[in-house]
């Protein structure tokens, strides 16, 4: 009796995934019909930690069924790679990371000495579903501060606000 056991056959959907700092995609594992007898172990793997998160880092395909589901989350903008692991099957899929697309209003800001205002920063409802913290600071410390110097938009909002102190001319 000769016994064989093939790898399994995985895919992810979709391919490529792009993705954009601050947000949360869908991917989607695969396997053909033909190999929805048994349920199947997939443990996943950013193999570019800085750039994206992969949560669950692990699911179960259950028996009868052809796919599984994970969140890739944007971290920091590049192209890495999402590795799905079952035995000794590896199988990978391109995850490409944009920057965000910010605006500000008011833009231009005009603030006088001594004067408050606040500044919004917004992005597309398209790319807020993760948190996004954004880095704040002056290129011009004698003409305006701003109070925070980092500030976090949160996951399913499209804006946050911080302030601008008018301090010379």
């Not at 790679?81 to 005009?110: C, E, H, K, R, W």
């Given at each position: 009796?000769?016994?064989?056991?093939?790898?399994?056959?995985?895919?992810?959907?979709?391919?490529?995934?792009?993705?954009?700092?601050?947000?949360?995609?869908?991917?989607?594992?695969?396997?053909?019909?033909?190999?929805?007898?048994?349920?199947?172990?997939?443990?996943?793997?950013?193999?570019?930690?800085?750039?994206?998160?992969?949560?669950?880092?692990?699911?179960?395909?259950?028996?009868?069924?052809?796919?599984?589901?994970?969140?890739?989350?944007?971290?920091?903008?590049?192209?890495?790679?999402?590795?799905?692991s079952?035995?000794?099957?590896?199988?990978?899929?391109?995850?490409?990371?944009?920057?965000?697309?910010?605006?500000?209003?008011?833009?231009?800001?005009?603030?006088?000495?001594?004067?408050?205002?606040?500044?919004?920063?917004?992005?597309p409802?398209?790319?807020?579903?993760?948190?996004?913290?954004?880095?704040?600071?002056?290129?011009?410390v004698?003409?305006?501060?701003?109070?925070?110097?980092?500030?976090?938009?949160?996951?399913?909002?499209?804006?946050?606000?911080?302030?601008?102190?008018?301090?010379?001319?």
């Amino acid at each position: 009796l000769s016994v064989i056991v093939d790898d399994p056959t995985l895919s992810f959907l979709p391919t490529p995934l792009s993705n954009t700092v601050g947000d949360a995609r869908t991917v989607t594992i695969v396997r053909p019909v033909s190999e929805s007898g048994n349920a199947l172990d997939i443990v996943l793997s950013s193999l570019a930690p800085d750039l994206f998160s992969v949560e669950p880092g692990s699911v179960t395909i259950p028996a009868g069924s052809i796919s599984a589901d994970v969140i890739v989350s944007g971290l920091a903008s590049g192209s890495g790679i999402l590795q799905a692991s079952s035995g000794s099957y590896n199988t990978n899929l391109q995850v490409i990371v944009a920057d965000p697309l910010l605006t500000f209003t008011p833009s231009p800001l005009t603030n006088l000495v001594g004067e408050i205002r606040t500044v919004t920063i917004r992005r597309p409802v398209s790319q807020s579903g993760d948190s996004l913290t954004i880095a704040l600071s002056t290129l011009s410390v004698n003409t305006f501060v701003i109070e925070t110097t980092t500030l976090t938009i949160p996951a399913g909002q499209v804006s946050g606000n911080f302030r601008v102190y008018g301090v010379s001319s």
